[in-house]
């Protein structure tokens, strides 16, 4: 890993130059608008940075985009990557690794998800806290590559308490709808039955996706602040559950993110 690793820094050094980023962005499903506030200095396609995976969604544009955005150099993943495109867990978290090697010193994370919590409603916004891990492999699994990070990395406090605090604060003087609760990641492609909403609500789950968790877990590995926000595109409650169609998903999120935009770009700011 640690060959391909220094061979793709290597390749993105030479096509960016001298910029060095600080602050990692990863952009989830319908999610991907805040490119358009970045001043971009430059933009390379997944497809010709080798060994980066390609993002396999027709709604991901697969793009690594360099800039700047709240007075701060960024580099963004406009197309992220999930457990069910067929990637192992390695690909799936390889672009979080690359933004570490280019310099990153913090990472923000977006998506989309269904929500769990009868308090919650769809349209809303979630900073998450905690996390549960219910997909079905580990990137840490096999042998471990000390010089990114400890075989047994802590996970008591996998996303920065500072920056939940000063997002929640955001979100209120904004009079954005936001809510601090946890994320359960799932395989997927399908979404849940009655069955499961009520079982992920009964262990805890606020809402729940098929992404994140894994880049969060890697980006622990190597001592990287992680700051996460989910749109909740949906509502997983069993006793009203109704059909859902991925264009009213991608819809939602859309109509959402100019919110989501606002409490990332003011927080950005503030670092």
Known sequence: MHQNLQATTDYIKKKIGDF??????????????LVEDIEILHNL??????????????????????GMLSGKR??????????YEGYDM????????????????KLFVSNASGALNPEY??????????HINMQSDNPL????????????????????????????????????RCHSGVYVSVNGPNLETRAEYRFLRLIGADSVGMSTVPEVIVAN???LPVFAIS?????GFPDTLKVVSLEEIIKTAEEAEPKMTKILKDLILEL
């Open 45 to 66: 396609m997944y497809s010709n940075i080798p060994n980066f995976p390609i993002s396999t969604l027709e709604f991901h544009s697969g793009k690594l985009i360099f």
């Open 141 to 176: 699994r096999g042998r471990n590559t000390e010089s990114l990070g400890p075989r047994f990395p802590d996970m008591s406090e996998p996303y920065d308490r500072a920056m939940i605090e000063k997002g929640m604060e955001i979100a209120l003087k904004n009079n954005i």
């Open 221 to 223: 590995h190597m001592a």
């Open 121 to 130: 409603r769809k349209g809303d916004l979630m900073i998450i806290h905690d």
């Open 90 to 105: 390695k690909q799936i978290t390889f672009p979080v690794r690359v933004m570490k090697m280019l310099g990153i010193q």
């Open 231 to 235: 749109v909740l595109t949906d509502e």
């Open 20 to 33: 060095e980023p600080e602050i990692g962005i990863i952009l989830g499903t319908g999610l991907g608008g």
């Open 74 to 83: 960024v580099v963004a993943m406009q197309g992220r990557l999930h457990c």
